[in-house]
């Protein structure tokens, strides 16, 4: 649940303590004994976590639906009695999608609020202004909604990555366009920022390996719509796809500009988008349009995690339509109760790698993730969904069965 927090009132704890411990210690305190240290974040009754994520501006839907599949996740443990007889509990902050807010609400997660770990930020320049400050601080930094490649260097051992990486979702769009409908004249447009920058590598690495450059190039500035010279670079090199590396504002609103003055190539996106949100944007305008995934079907019936991730959301918004950004959001929930699990009662921030390393092939009733010595990435999956006439989400076998 989200909690708001009396910050006087912990100054004033913290004065008052300053002679019996070192200030460096972070302080916890269990009911009425105030003289026992504890890991920051952990009572007898519950583990508090945080989250710094878009709650506003172009990409707010990716926050909002983040935070509602971790709270599912989290609220159906409690409903069990929690995790070794702790409560889960999450403390929310919105940083619009901008650096220097992930900044601020990062420091203040920790330093005020005491959080034991970070949970589903949201994008890759939001990650990469943060992460410095969670490892310095030895904070945990658990599933962002991100498929950045420098979150999977092996020297980031605070950072537990669920999904699949953006390279890895590139490489599916390119070889699903070249090998199932021989489309060699590929496009790039994308938001011009780290998140951007590694997408737009990731497709022209895949096109690389097949002796192929991208035909155009658009770039769009983060957290506008701005994206009319960007078609306009693209429809000079008359391409037969674009793969669009943004959120779903503006990725919607190319697409939309792009059917209105009859430019019509195939269009691909990756997970970063916002699918539903996406969908949602462009109406009639979405038919035919791919996005990549990297979890399961949210609607699957013979998925058992997808069928356990739907009874969440419901129990704890009744009426929550669900999808494939809340299901990451449920999924990382998981993944930390899991790694919470496998540490036992004596729950410390070091250990939640590690318990993730002991735990070998992890199924999630669907969905296998597996960690390692240098490994910090759960999961390779990557799925390709396509936009039907009916304005839903339908899974590809081959493009050649559901493009015209």
């Not at 009572?43 to 707010?60: H, M």
């Not at 599949?69 to 509990?89: D, K, S």
């Not at 950045?148 to 260097?153: E, G, H, N, S, Y």
């Not at 090199?237 to 504002?249: E, F, H, L, S």
């Amino acid at each position: 649940m989200r909690r708001t927090r009396d910050y006087w009132a912990v100054a004033m704890l913290l004065a008052l303590s300053a002679t019996a411990f070192s200030p460096a210690l972070p302080l916890e305190y269990s009911g009425a004994n105030a003289s026992q240290v504890e890991e920051p974040g952990v009572t007898d009754e519950r583990i508090l976590f945080g989250q710094s994520a878009a709650f506003s501006g172009p990409a707010r839907e990716l926050g909002r639906n983040m935070n509602l599949g971790i709270e599912a996740a989290f609220q159906e443990a409690n409903r069990r009695g929690g995790v070794h007889g702790r409560r889960l509990e999450l403390i929310t902050l919105d940083d619009a999608y901008e650096p220097e807010a992930a900044i601020a609400n990062t420091r203040k997660l920790i330093e005020d609020e005491g959080v034991f770990a970070l949970i589903g930020a949201v994008g890759t320049p939001t990650s990469r202004s943060a992460v410095p400050i969670t490892s310095q601080a030895g904070v945990p930094y658990i599933a962002p909604f991100t498929g950045a490649i420098f979150l999977r260097d092996s020297t980031e051992t605070g950072v537990i990555n669920l999904r699949a990486s953006y390279f890895q979702e590139t490489e599916e769009i390119v070889d699903r366009l070249s090998r199932d409908l021989g489309i060699t004249r590929i496009a790039v447009m994308y938001q011009n920022d780290s998140f951007g920058r590694v997408g737009y590598r990731g497709v022209t690495r895949a096109l690389e390996r097949r002796n192929l450059d991208p035909v155009a190039i658009g770039v769009y500035p983060r957290n506008t719509t701005a994206i009319k010279a960007g078609l306009l670079d693209l429809q000079r090199g008359k391409p037969d796809a674009v793969v669009v590396i943004g959120a779903y504002q503006p990725v919607a609103t190319l697409i939309s500009w792009a059917r209105r003055v009859g430019f019509n190539p195939v269009f691909a996106t990756i997970s970063f988008v916002g699918s539903n949100a996406l969908a949602g944007e462009l109406g009639p305008n979405g038919r035919g349009v791919l996005v990549s995934q990297v979890v399961p079907f949210p609607a699957a019936g013979n998925i058992a995690i997808a069928v356990q991730y739907r009874r969440a959301l419901s129990a704890h918004a009744r009426g929550a339509t669900p999808g494939f950004v809340s299901f990451e959001g449920y999924l990382a929930g998981r993944l930390a109760i899991i790694a919470l699990e496998g540490c036992g009662p004596d729950v410390k921030r070091t250990c939640l790698m590690e318990s993730l390393n002991r735990a070998g092939t992890i199924d999630l009733g669907g969905l296998r993730l597996e960690f390692g010595e240098g490994d910090n990435q759960g999961s390779d999956a990557v799925f390709l969904t396509v936009i039907g006439t009916d304005g839903l989400y339908h899974p590809i076998n081959t493009l050649r069965d559901v493009m015209p």
